[in-house]
């Protein structure tokens, strides 16, 4: 984005804001859940230098190009609060939880920042509300990167009433919901142009079947 | 002795009143035998003060070796820690060099880069399993504001960039190539 001929990291500025968000968020459920300051600052300071420069080291390990990847962060963030349940365990998992309901929240925001900066950009497309990238393609495009923001933050408001209820479930049901949009979302992107499934896709379907069939298999040693 | 009740004359050892049937208060001997209850219990807890003071002498040998023990697992912790976060740089610095001998080296030059993660990590495992430990405190305070100060150099730098370069920041990958420029 360029202001007054100076080019705006607004992608960062996004990312930055999301880790606040969800830092913020995580903060508040486990002050709601009675754990200790103490026990929450030492996680929330793992959230961001974990979350962050971790999927970005991870992304450069494997692809030998520093991006950000939306289900490495997620699969980092996942890792570290299963490491500090471990090290220092709360009652029903509390950790665990506030992370997987963060998940929606901070991919909704840092999708902002995508549409900014003109990335995960959409199928070609002249309706309502077409963006074009001048720096890009150059052609009017679909705002998926919008669309994604507003249903992954409507999904984090519809979980956190959803957790009142069910709050069991509430990890296997924030894995459906999300790995089920994520998928259905992919068919607008541009890379559905030359491929029929893509790499996120894939492994939104194999989230969906690890879940379903886990959530079977307890059902039935519950019976 | 009288009764109570009716004045009537009790004998010693009667236990009601013959004429009105009033109980009769033995007071003496249930009085005796309380006071010597008491100073048979006197002498038992004195007993146990000096059971406690022994069982107390006892065990604080083995408490102190538990808090030794504990002092030496944090210890041996928070060096872990500072051992991966030193071998990081030296580990992806004599990697680079091999892959410049041999193309094999190359992939595992970007390993140790999760070094720092697994020395911050250990760090915070060392704080929460020993919380008195004020070595693993100052190790986390100290990664901590590291990565404070990693965080505002590289937005100086890209403020730097932003404004004397001008086109530095491209497309989805800016956040990867502000890192790439500050790490060639």
Same mark, same amino acid.
């Given at each position: 984005m360029t202001i007054n001929q100076i080019k705006f990291p607004i992608y960062m500025t996004c990312i930055i804001l999301a880790f606040i968000g969800a830092c913020v968020f995580i903060y508040k459920y486990l002050m709601n859940k009675k754990i200790k300051?103490?026990?929450?600052?030492?996680?929330?300071?793992?959230?961001?230098?974990?979350?962050?420069? %971790?999927?970005?080291? $991870?992304? @450069?390990?494997?692809?030998? &190009?520093?991006? =950000?990847s939306s289900y490495i962060g997620c699969f980092v963030l996942i890792l570290t609060s299963i490491f500090y349940e471990k090290v220092n365990p709360s009652k029903?998992?509390?950790?665990?939880?506030?992370?997987?309901?963060?998940?929606?929240?901070?991919?909704?925001?840092?999708?902002?920042?995508?549409?900014?900066?003109?990335?995960?950009?959409?199928?070609?497309?002249? %309706?309502?509300?077409? $963006?074009? @990238?001048?720096?890009?393609? &150059?052609?009017? =495009?679909f705002p998926i990167q919008l669309l994604e923001s507003l249903v992954f933050i409507g999904l984090f408001i519809g979980l956190l009433f959803i957790n009142k209820k069910?709050?069991?479930?509430?990890?296997?049901?924030?894995?459906?919901?999300?790995?089920?949009?994520?998928?259905?979302?992919?068919?607008?992107?541009?890379?559905?142009?030359?491929?029929?499934?893509?790499?996120?896709?894939?492994?939104?379907?194999?989230?969906?079947?690890?879940?379903?069939?886990?959530?079977?298999?307890?059902?039935l040693l519950n019976k | 002795m009288k009764c109570s009740k009716c004045g009537y004359e009790i004998n010693e050892g009667d236990k009601f009143c013959r004429e009105c049937g009033q109980v009769v208060e033995s007071t003496t001997p249930e009085k005796e035998v309380k006071e010597k209850t008491k100073k048979v219990e006197e002498p038992k807890e004195?007993?146990?003060?000096e059971v406690k003071t022994e069982v107390t002498t006892v065990t604080n040998k083995p408490e102190e070796k538990r808090i030794v023990s504990s002092m030496a697992n944090d210890t041996f912790f928070c060096l872990c820690s500072i051992i991966c976060y030193i071998a990081c740089p030296l580990l992806t610095g004599?990697?680079?060099?091999?892959?410049?001998?041999?193309?094999?080296?190359?992939?595992?030059?970007?390993?140790?880069?999760?070094?720092?993660?697994?020395?911050?990590?250990?760090?915070?495992?060392?704080?929460?399993?020993?919380?008195?430990?004020?070595?693993?405190?100052?190790?986390?305070?100290?990664?901590?504001?590291?990565?404070?100060?990693?965080?505002?150099?590289?937005?100086?730098a890209v403020i730097a960039c932003a404004i004397f370069l001008r086109d530095c920041l491209e497309g989805c990958q800016g956040l990867g190539s502000i890192i790439s420029l500050l790490f060639g």
């Open positions: 300051k103490k026990d929450i600052l030492l996680y929330v300071s793992m959230i961001v230098p974990f979350g962050l420069l %971790g999927s970005l080291i $991870v992304c @450069y390990i494997i692809d030998k &190009n520093m991006g =950000l029903n998992l509390e950790y665990v939880r506030c992370t997987m309901l963060s998940m929606p929240l901070l991919y909704g925001i840092s999708k902002l920042g995508c549409f900014f900066a003109g990335c995960c950009y959409g199928l070609p497309y002249n %309706g309502l509300f077409s $963006v074009t @990238y001048s720096s890009g393609l &150059n052609i009017p =495009l069910h709050s069991k479930n509430i990890i296997s049901i924030t894995i459906i919901v999300c790995a089920f949009a994520k998928f259905a979302l992919d068919f607008l992107r541009y890379d559905h142009l030359t491929k029929v499934i893509t790499t996120n896709q894939i492994i939104s379907l194999m989230l969906l079947f690890i879940v379903i069939v886990n959530m079977i298999r307890k059902k | 004195e007993v146990k003060e004599l990697f680079a060099y091999l892959a410049t001998k041999s193309d094999v080296f190359s992939l595992f030059a970007r390993i140790p880069m999760i070094l720092p993660f697994v020395a911050y990590a250990l760090a915070i495992y060392a704080k929460v399993k020993y919380p008195e430990s004020k070595f693993a405190k100052i190790l986390l305070i100290i990664y901590i504001v590291l990565f404070v100060l990693g965080i505002i150099l590289m937005i100086i």
